[in-house]
């Protein structure tokens, strides 16, 4: 069955760091979103790519972060600069057209020291 | 906000038991879907409800939706220690919007 698949699935960094998280979304897909949880909290939207621009973006999602599609597999998240509270899993997804429904990675664990 | 509310925040139960999750959301959607969380893990999707249905089944879990009432419940049967995980709800608003998701049910299957 196809999924889609995060990497790294931990990264520790310092405080002021650069930082990409790497997705391959589900092929044929064509929406791509990424989400993030802080430990214990709910499931927060960030952004979404469609056609390769950014359809929607969350007011989490400041200058601070980036998305891309570098080549035809690959979705990226760049935080420019990390701060503490950017410490959080952070999911990608990709949508099926047919159903609606999200496919989930298994995440990617920031933590920021 | 469309964000979906969940109620209970936790819920703890015996094996063979069910288990009752409601959520409650504020704007007219497409449609509303059920996803669960293992702890540490990604979401899976479970279950997908149109605004213009009121019931749906799928194995042992069973969605209500009432959109007069803006709410959904799902329900688990005879539940098992393997259904322990987080449960939320996310609204597809009406239009090409992201998924918004609520704060999720904790559920507790003791066997």
């Known amino acids: 069955e196809p999924e889609v698949t995060q990497t790294p699935s931990h990264q520790v960094t310092q405080m002021g760091q650069e930082v990409i998280l790497r997705c391959v979304p589900i092929?044929?897909?064509?929406?791509f979103y990424w989400y993030r949880q802080i430990l214990g909290q709910k499931v927060e939207f960030l952004v979404s790519?469609?056609?390769?621009?950014?359809?929607?973006k969350s007011e989490i999602f400041d200058d601070q972060f980036s998305v891309e599609r570098p080549d035809g597999s690959n979705f990226t998240l760049k935080i420019r600069s990390t701060k503490l509270e950017d410490s959080a899993m952070y999911f990608c997804?990709?949508?099926?057209?047919?159903?609606?429904?999200?496919?989930f990675g298994e995440g990617s664990r920031l933590t920021v020291l | 906000s469309q964000q979906g509310e969940e109620d209970p925040q936790a819920l703890s139960i015996q094996e063979g038991e069910n288990a009752t999750m409601n959520c409650s959301y504020k704007t007219s959607i497409n449609n509303l879907q059920w996803y669960r969380q293992n702890s540490g893990r990604g979401l899976v999707h479970l279950i997908l409800i149109r605004s213009n249905e009121r019931e749906k089944h799928s194995g042992r879990l069973r969605v209500t939706l009432d959109t007069s009432k803006k709410s959904s419940s799902l329900l688990i049967t005879a539940s098992r220690a393997a259904d322990t995980a987080s449960y939320f709800c996310a609204t597809d608003a009406e239009g090409n919007t992201p998924l918004v998701f609520g704060k999720g049910t904790r559920l507790s299957v003791i066997a």
């Open positions: 092929s044929n897909h064509l929406y």
């Open positions: 997804a990709s949508r099926s057209e047919s159903t609606g429904e999200l496919f």
């Open positions: 790519f469609y056609n390769n621009e950014i359809s929607e």
